[in-house]
């Protein structure tokens, strides 16, 4: 299991992370769970368990077609539902290219679910142990290595932005800094859904809030990890 550092918290609640690859991690999306807990994963499982002892081989459907499962990957899914079952203290998203992240404040239950998979292909976040309270008490923040010249991070959400802020923007490049798709797609679409802008200061801040309100999802505040003794 590879461990990372994560620098805030996850969806504004999650000091932990673990992310890992398996074949059948799309038998856990949460739309398919219809009738109680994990009952479409439990059904492919119980599918595959019979395959396996009637020496079949182990296929997953999709669009009509047989895609084999290797035997690792059937096991180590048997190990995340009973998991998963056993435990409401997660949060689940599974992801393209076969993975599967789940979120919790429990690092105990994420380093021993990923202690027991056979696959290599599992990865662990958690914060310094120096942050921890910090991000517990400020969920807005996000540690960086260098102090920021633009410390807030404004995200965006799926309502329309008025194009002249694209045209604020470029006026006034000395107070904030936007990434060229960002900017393509607001002056293009006036939609910035899961974009970003950098902010120099609260008081600009209020002013990209009169622009663009309505469609700011959230602001993050980026913190020097040689400034966190300050907080």
């Known amino acids: 299991m590879k461990l990372l550092e994560s620098r ?13 690859r398996n074949d059948l991690t799309t038998i856990f999306r949460t739309e398919l769970q219809k009738k109680e ?20 081989p182990l296929v997953k459907k999709a669009w009509r077609t047989d895609i084999p499962i290797a035997t690792n990957d059937y096991f180590d899914a ?16 599974v992801d393209p290219y076969s993975t599967i992240t789940l979120f919790s404040n429990n690092k105990d239950f994420l380093i021993n679910l990923g202690s027991r998979l056979t696959t290599t292909s599992v990865w662990f976040w958690e914060p310094n142990v120096a942050y921890i309270e910090l991000l517990k008490s400020k969920t ?10 633009l410390p807030l991070k404004v995200w965006f959400n799926s309502t329309r932005v008025n194009k002249d802020f694209a045209i ?17 797609s607001l002056e293009s679409y006036g939609y910035m859904n899961g974009l970003y802008i950098y902010l120099r200061d609260d008081k600009i801040l209020n ?25």
């Open 78 to 93: 048997m190990t995340v539902y009973s998991a998963l079952y056993n435990s409401n203290e997660y949060k689940l998203r």
């Open 8 to 20: 805030k918290l996850f969806f504004s609640e999650y000091l932990y992370k673990l992310v890992l």
């Open 168 to 184: 604020w923007i470029r006026a006034n490049q000395d107070k904030c800094r936007i990434g060229k798709i960002a900017l393509d």
């Open 207 to 231: 002013l990209v809030t009169l622009l663009a309100g309505s469609s700011i999802r959230s602001v993050e505040k980026l913190v020097y990890r040689g400034d966190i003794d300050k907080y």
């Open 140 to 149: 807005k923040i996000q540690i960086v290595d260098e102090p920021p010249s």
């Open 37 to 56: 807990k994990l009952s479409y994963a439990k059904r492919e499982l119980d599918r595959l368990a019979e395959d396996y002892q009637n020496n079949l």
